[in-house]
């Protein structure tokens, strides 16, 4: 089954969102996707903390050693303890948590210490109401909307996570894998099918990249949380959509980094996060449709 913007009267849905007034239902999607969008800033902040602190931990348990105090609060994860600025330990108050608002409010600075708070903030908030203004647009008031919102959203925090500190976590590739092929055991995207053989073939293709950088150049030309992230593309697009998604991704990936290289923001043997090019690639799939579809290769047709 082909990637496909849906027909206007596909747009129909019973569900109870589509039974409001159009514009009442995309002033829902937009505060949706701003509030997704402040609880990715929290992600994107917080669990590479978590995961470092875990790995510190455990390490120290291997080696018989007590794991020493890193000044994080005991209970630290997505939930606790409450937003604070990072450079002076300033709590949020509820104003200043009100996604893009408070941070033009406060000309991006802290309220308490005057620190520049990063514009990624509010890129991300806005970020999650496009992507569920699209997904809305695209695919009506439907839980085949919401699934398209929830690929995004964790596209969202795996390409800002790996922008920043050019690691994609398992902890997200891994529930990604397994939502697509769970999204897809009704056939919401693609038949299951296509599916599972797109999670293997997203992650053969670039493992047998990864391999062949080391067998003829001795470096990784990729680390592997890009397989496993274009494994989980595949379960969710399908197989017919991973040409289409890597084409998209070295494209801009190859331009980008050229004009980086170019204009000295980046040396020119430095890695690039290949992640959110790869991102980029499935969002234009998954909005704009693909021409790569199984059902061009199906005998009969």
Avoid at 9 to 14: H, I, K, V
């Amino acid at each position: 089954m082909p990637v496909h913007i849906p027909s206007t009267a596909s747009l129909a849905s019973p569900d109870a969102l589509g039974m409001l007034p159009p514009a009442l239902t995309m002033g829902f999607a937009i505060v949706l996707g701003l509030i997704v969008g402040s609880f990715l800033n929290v992600v994107v902040h917080r669990l590479p903390i978590m995961l470092e602190r875990a790995w510190r931990a455990d390490a120290a348990e291997a080696n018989g050693q007590l794991f020493t105090d890193d000044g994080l609060p005991e209970r630290y994860n997505l939930w606790l303890p409450r937003s604070a600025c990072p450079h002076c330990g300033h709590v949020l108050r509820a104003w200043e948590n009100i996604p893009v608002i408070s941070w033009l409010a406060l000309r991006g600075r802290c309220s308490h210490c005057r620190a520049r708070v990063s514009v990624r903030y509010p890129l991300i908030e806005l970020a999650g109401a496009i992507c569920a203004v699209v997904a809305l647009i695209v695919f009506g008031p439907s839980g085949k909307a919401l699934a398209a919102f929830v690929l995004c959203a964790a596209l969202i925090a795996a390409s800002a996570i790996d922008l920043e500190h050019q690691m994609l976590y398992d902890e997200i590739t891994q529930p990604l894998l397994w939502g697509g092929l769970i999204v897809n055991l009704s056939g919401t995207f693609v038949s299951l099918h296509e599916a599972v053989i797109g999670a293997v073939a997203g992650y053969l293709a670039l493992w047998c990249v990864y391999w062949l950088f080391r067998l003829l150049r001795g470096i990784e030309g990729m680390g592997q949380g890009d397989f496993k992230l274009l494994a989980a593309l595949g379960a969710w697009l399908g197989w017919g959509a991973l040409p289409q998604i890597v084409v998209i991704a070295a494209v801009a990936g190859a331009v980008i980094g050229l004009a980086a290289t170019l204009t000295g923001r980046m040396r020119f043997e430095e890695p690039l996060p290949f992640g959110p090019y790869l991102a980029a690639g499935a969002l234009v799939t998954l909005f704009a449709g693909t021409p790569f579809s199984p059902s061009y290769f199906a005998w009969g047709n």
